[in-house]
């Protein structure tokens, strides 16, 4: 008991852009307009922080690829993405949380989950569960994955378990695992979710999540007249 009220609260990270027309969800183009599709990616970041708001933590940092804007909500500190691929980006991120918190657990989501509850995450992040986990991974329907974390975050092991998987394919997530028990971690698995990259995408993340801001401009935009049918 002494341990697990001793435990320190985790660093939640969320790496994304800043959601600028042309830059952001360019595969919602068409049917969207590059700013409707940026407005799209402003929701789903803005549902994102504010959902991670409420999950118990010791640090919040938002990993941003450009300026931070009136969507940002208090508490977030914000950090610059590096320089490279997103593997690398990722894993600078990490170092980051090592940096600012080197004996809390730390964990990384994307922008491209608004769908995302409060619960998925602070249930097994809870000090009484984390005993006996090393890693969280949360699976995308893409193939791909939308959480990562590490009990013991180090900028040698995020380095390990990330430079060089090839992002953004079918077998990104498959390639993480295998990183991950090739560094005999514990993983505990989080459920899968859907990323928003195309349209379809965005119908079914909505339909999920009724009630968030992204739902809601997604059901805004689809009646302007701009939008295919």
């Known amino acids: 008991m002494r341990a697990v009220l001793a435990a320190p609260p985790p660093t939640l990270l969320v790496i994304a852009k800043a959601p600028v027309p042309g830059r952001v969800k360019t595969r919602l183009t068409p049917p969207f307009t590059p700013a409707q599709a940026a407005d799209l990616a402003g929701a789903a970041l803005t549902d994102t922080l504010h959902t991670l708001a409420t999950v118990p933590a010791g640090r919040r940092l938002l990993v941003l690829d450009g300026e931070p804007g009136p969507w940002l909500p208090p508490g977030w500190e914000v950090v610059r993405q590096c320089g490279g691929g997103l593997d690398r980006r990722l894993a600078d991120a990490f170092a980051h949380a090592a940096r600012r918190a080197p004996d809390a657990p730390a964990l990384l989501v994307g922008m491209d989950t608004p769908q995302l509850a409060a619960a998925t995450l602070s249930e097994p992040l809870s000090a009484a569960r984390r005993p006996g ?95 295919a049918s």
């Open 133 to 227: 986990t090393d890693a969280w991974y949360g699976p995308a329907a893409d193939g791909g994955f939308w959480a990562l974390g590490l009990a013991r975050p180090t900028p040698q092991l995020a380095a390990r378990l990330l430079h060089d998987v090839p992002m953004s394919t079918p077998g990104t997530g498959a390639a993480l695992l295998d990183r991950l028990a090739r560094a005999r971690l514990t993983v505990h698995r989080l459920p899968e979710l859907t990323d928003v990259d195309t349209a379809d995408d965005a119908r079914r993340v909505a339909a999920e999540a009724p009630g968030g801001r992204f739902a809601a401009r997604l059901r805004d935009l689809t009646t302007a007249p701009e939008v």
